[in-house]
């Protein structure tokens, strides 16, 4: 069975600065994707990114990257240069097995502080 | 612009009643999603498919039912709706299939309510 833990229910941090979003995963399977994807209050969800298990750099996307490491099984996003707009929830998710049977996490509530 | 738009924004039910929770996809994806998401809880998976008349069982399936009968329309069914189905339930579709990984397109979601 997949698993994905996040632990963190709520975070805070300063404008401009960096953040890391804690991310564990648990599967069996030797092919599966992370994925983290952002819910702002209007309650829409936006895909972030992407990183695939056999992805040998950490993937980037603008001011999100994604740290993975394969051994401890985590996949922390983070977010440089926090903006306000970034305050929403922040769900990690993973993908394995021939379906692509997609799972989530549990979410982190982000706020950005002026 | 690619889209999935799920039937009814809120919904309030009766308890026993049959509910239908309808979603329908534009960009003929192979997989379609079912999900609730409730406060503490995050998204959990109800029921998928990943083809015409094809489901698989997600995590918490008790007390649903699916159907998808064409590729772009993904129902979920309550046969009958308890207090404990209160929540929002939210479709995805993903053009992935077996070996490959993509991104989930979700629809805006459905709060539906049970009485």
């Known amino acids: 069975a997949q698993k994905i833990t996040q632990t963190q229910p709520g975070m805070f941090v300063q404008e401009k600065e960096a953040v890391t979003l804690d991310c564990t995963y648990d599967t069996s399977d030797p092919s599966y994707g992370l994925f983290w994807y952002k819910q702002p209050s209007s309650g829409e969800m936006i895909f972030l990114i992407y990183q695939g298990s056999y992805d040998q750099q950490n993937a980037t996307e603008g001011r999100y990257s994604l740290n993975f490491q394969k051994a401890r099984k985590s996949a922390n996003l983070v977010i440089s240069a926090s903006q306000l707009g970034d305050s929403a929830m922040y769900f990690c998710a993973m993908d394995s097995g021939g379906y692509q049977k997609v799972t989530f996490g549990t979410g982190t509530k982000l706020q950005v502080i002026p | 612009d690619v889209k999935v738009t799920q039937s009814s924004r809120y919904l309030v039910k009766r308890t026993g009643e049959k509910v239908f929770l309808e979603c329908v996809q534009d960009m003929d994806h192979e997989n379609m999603f079912w999900y609730r998401q409730d406060p503490g809880l995050g998204l959990r998976l109800i029921y998928f498919?990943?083809?015409?008349?094809?489901?698989e069982k997600g995590d918490i399936p008790e007390g649903y039912s699916v159907s998808r009968e064409k590729k772009e329309r993904f129902s979920l069914i309550l046969e009958s709706a308890s207090t404990n189905q209160t929540s929002m339930y939210l479709c995805?579709?993903?053009?992935?299939?077996?070996?490959?990984?993509?991104?989930?397109?979700f629809g805006e979601g459905s709060r539906l309510t049970v009485l």
């Open positions: 995805a579709s993903s053009p992935s299939t077996t070996g490959d990984h993509g991104e989930l397109f």
């Open positions: 498919s990943y083809d015409v008349k094809m489901k």
